[in-house]
């Protein structure tokens, strides 16, 4: 006889997480399929000489999700990491390096960037600067309900108001071309490639981004080993069933069922946190999704950088860095570097050989692909999508959030009498 359970979650990535652990605190049984041999996807704790230790970026920003998140599945954000000897503390602002050789540090707060940005390029650089950053408060309201906060489910919530705040008819590349300012136009183009995608067919919402490191600022936890342990306990805490070493191989739809290279499994919801593709084309039957494996199928695997950790020759107690580097007419490259066990460890993301990496999402093709996305809801009765190729984007607090929006969903269907969403 196949397995019994409430839900199925395909990929322990950030997503499969955050939607296990808020679904298992809702009394589900909830089981969680990784193919590899431990949890965390692209964070996934690794050896170096005999020192346990991730690619986690030390350093995001938007903690809301984050918080939230373990706010909704048991013990708060902070508690957690104070009972690790950790504190969620402000991370020191980002440095960047340009083709020119110039450096600058660009700070955290509206005032702060203006006065500093004033002082080494120029009152007008600044006040560009801050004017666009002020109107890109308006695209984060916009942006919130199309898969950040609530589901983007079609065009209908795309009216002509909402597209002409959203820039839909700009491009990344054409945003920072406004600016006009060899360096500060680097800040805006390179946020592409840290997205999976090129500047040119990157829509100018993305920069969204910065608006948010400004008011939410960049945050720090030490070490990303950290984070990683604390989801696992937490997961554990809630008596997720994790089954690493598993490979989902097929989705059945009469009943629904999940075929691993182990077993089958039958279950009342299922979310696939594995990449877009290989959902569609392998894991699912020819016969269903069909618009959505169309829709999918026109869009290419996000482009992923080459990565490397090694210790640093540094002796310093210093807290997390980041640096970037801004390459003339190339990608940039992106180096963090954080205290492990005593030592100095830098993570090395060269964006310059990126390939791409359907673990990675999918690339932009304009405002137009948004809809190409994969929606939470999909049109398999049971069936829930959540990662970094989701409507929300591809940043680590936007696949904490579409993890959310798949939890409430599969709630609503399982069990609509009691919604997980505030109300």
């Known amino acids: 006889m196949p397995e019994e359970c409430d839900v199925v979650v395909i990929g322990a990535g950030l997503a499969g997480i955050a939607a296990a652990a808020r679904l298992a605190k809702a009394r589900h049984r909830v089981i969680l399929l990784e193919q590899r041999d431990r949890i965390g996807g692209g964070w996934a ?12 970026p030390p350093i995001f920003s938007f903690p809301a999700p984050w918080r939230d998140l373990f ?21 020191p602002p980002a440095r960047h390096i340009f083709a020119d050789g110039t450096q600058f540090v660009l700070p955290i707060g509206r005032g702060d960037q203006h006065a500093a940005i004033d002082d080494r390029f120029g009152r007008t650089a600044a006040d560009r600067w801050r004017d666009l950053l002020d109107s890109l408060g308006e695209v984060w309201q916009a942006l919130r309900p199309l898969g950040v906060e609530a589901e983007l489910v079609d065009g209908k919530q795309l009216s002509r108001t909402v597209r002409k705040t959203l820039l839909h008819r700009r491009s990344l590349a054409n945003l920072a071309a406004d600016l006009d300012h060899p360096q ?36 720090t936890a030490g070490s990303g080993t950290t984070m990683i342990n604390t989801l696992r306990q937490r997961l554990e805490l809630r008596r997720v069933e994790i089954r ?40 699912l039957p020819g016969s269903v999704a069909a618009a959505e494996r169309r829709r999918v199928g026109r869009l290419q695997p996000a482009l992923a950088p080459a990565t490397g950790l090694a210790w640093a020759d540094l002796h310093t ?40 990496d ?9 405002f137009g692909s948004w809809l190409d996305r994969p929606p939470t809801a999909s049109s398999v009765h049971g069936l829930f999508t959540a990662g970094p190729f989701g409507r929300g984007g591809p940043g680590t607090s936007q696949q904490i959030l579409s993890g959310a929006l798949a939890a409430y969903a599969v709630q609503r269907l399982i069990a609509p009498d009691h919604p997980l969403e505030p109300r």
Do not use: M
């Open 45 to 56: 704790t690794q050896e170096l000489d005999g020192v346990t230790v991730d690619a986690a």
């Open 71 to 91: 706010r909704k599945s048991g013990r708060a954000l902070e508690a957690e990491f104070a009972r690790s000897g950790e504190d969620l503390v402000p991370a």
């Open 184 to 219: 500060l136009s680097a800040v805006i183009t390179d946020l592409a490639f840290q997205f999976g995608s090129r500047p040119d067919s990157t829509p100018a919402f993305i920069a969204v981004q910065l608006y948010l490191d400004r008011t939410f600022g960049r945050w």
């Open 244 to 283: 690493t070493g598993t490979r989902a191989t097929a989705i059945g739809t009469g009943p629904l069922s999940v075929t691993t290279d182990r077993d089958t499994i039958v279950t009342r919801a299922v979310v696939a946190t594995c990449d877009a593709h290989q959902l569609y084309q392998r894991l």
């Open 317 to 356: 107690d210093a807290g997390p860095t980041e640096t970037v580097r801004h390459n003339r007419a190339a990608a940039p490259t992106i180096s963090y570097t954080r205290r492990v066990a005593g030592r100095t460890l830098e993570l090395t993301c060269d964006y310059r050989s990126g390939r791409p």
């Open 358 to 366: 359907p673990a990675a999402g999918l690339a932009w093709r304009g």
